[in-house]
């Protein structure tokens, strides 16, 4: 499973990882933060009883042989909006 995470996201891919049904794979731009986000939700796995292997990574090569890829996309909210 590859799951670019955004904010809104974030949820879903933790309830794919406290599943155990897929490994989740997230990608982002901003180096560090799909690391840290998927270091999270792997040690959640003691407490759910996941045995999920979550990755967090800055390039699509840890994608390869995906069997589900979703794909979101967006701007970041700059205070702006309505």
Excluded: W
């Excluded at 794979?25 to 901003?30: R, S």
């Excluded at 589900?68 to 702006?80: A, D, K, R, W, Y």
Aim: proline share 6%; aromatic share 4%; net charge negative.
């Amino acid at each position: 499973m590859l799951l670019v995470p955004g904010m809104s996201e974030l949820p879903f891919a933790q309830r794919l990882a406290d599943t155990g049904y897929c490994n989740v794979v997230m990608v982002d731009i901003i180096e560090g933060l799909p690391q840290g986000k998927g270091l999270d939700m792997l040690q959640t796995g003691a407490i759910t009883g996941s045995d999920s292997h979550v990755i967090g990574t800055n390039s699509y090569e840890e994608t390869a042989n995906s069997d589900i890829v979703i794909i979101t996309s967006g701007v970041p909210e700059n205070g702006h909006e309505p």
